[in-house]
């Protein structure tokens, strides 16, 4: 199964140690249309980055092959949040993939992530994977 990572996930270092390298695979750079990025799920690093549908927005992030055992460690870690099916763009295909959006008792507003957690996010930004102007619009939405 494919699951889009937005968030601290796109970290293939993190992934690695979440589920193990044998079950995950890293794809590369996927795009969801119509739905934007927001650091605003209450979490122990400040904030968290959630996707929110807004018509004719994007977030960029990376697709995996993940199996059974991988998708199982993602739901304990990925507390808070609910699992959603949607299509990404991969390759120029529409690929149906699994991501995470944060529950609505779990939002607030005015957040901001910690460093650290940052880090991890632009992570694909310094390896080149997602664009430069898209990595302009994460900075700018941990900014609030």
């Given amino acids: ?6 968030g601290s996930n796109m970290d293939e270092d993190q992934m690695l140690d979440r589920c193990g390298e044998k079950n995950f695979r890293r794809l590369g750079r996927a795009v969801l249309r119509d739905y934007t990025l927001k650091f605003n799920k209450r979490c122990r690093y400040g904030a968290c980055a959630n996707v929110e549908r807004r018509e004719g927005e994007y977030v960029e992030g990376i697709l995996y092959h993940v199996n059974e055992q991988c998708l199982k460690k993602l739901d304990q870690y990925e507390t808070n949040y609910r699992k959603i099916a949607v299509h990404v763009e991969f390759e120029e295909k529409r690929v ?3 991501t995470y959006i944060a ?5 607030e507003e005015g957040l901001k992530p910690a460093e650290e957690y940052l880090k991890r996010v632009l992570k694909p930004c310094r390896e080149k994977i997602l664009n430069d102007e898209y990595c302009r619009k994460i900075k700018e939405a941990a900014e609030v």
């Fill in 1 to 6: 199964m494919f699951y889009f990572a937005y």
């Fill in 96 to 98: 149906k993939a699994f």
């Fill in 103 to 107: 529950r609505v008792d779990s939002i």
